[in-house]
């Protein structure tokens, strides 16, 4: 699976542990950055990042910034783009199997490596449930808000 990953100076030492992690998993990962705990702005990482899964350019996305809640914001700006912040390995597999989501968001001053770990290791690896027609009909009435509000990427 292609990966992008994106971070601010706040989810940089968990971003690297992730990204080796994905990597060693056979992954390809795609790294937005930031590249260093300097202080950065995270729209200059996540916006690239979200822009790439919107484009299909990406399978999935990972982002990891303070508490989660700034990469979700963005990313969920974007069209095709759905982002979900979790803080357990059971919300992880909640949002990929009821919900499809296509990015995950962590906060890296909050959720622990360890447990980080697990996040992604159940998110990664959780099946959405499309043969459900309960959680197909609500994603279909979210896709159907983004395709009403959001506009299509332009070149």
Known sequence: MKIALANDHAGFALKNEIKAYLESQGHEVVDFGCHSEDSADLPDYIYPASLAVAKGEVDRGIFVDGVGYGSAMI?????????????????????????????????????????????????????????????????????????????????
């Open 75 to 155: 990313a969920n700006k974007l069209p095709d783009v759905y982002a979900a912040v979790c803080q357990d390995p059971f919300c992880a597999g909640l949002a990929r199997s009821h919900s499809n989501t296509n990015v995950l968001c962590i906060g890296g001053k909050i959720i622990g490596s360890a447990i980080a770990m697990e996040i992604v290791k159940t998110w990664l690896i959780t099946d959405y449930l499309s043969n459900q027609v309960r959680y197909t009909a609500r994603v279909d009435k979210v896709k159907a808000i983004s395709e009403k509000h959001i506009r299509p990427i332009s070149e």
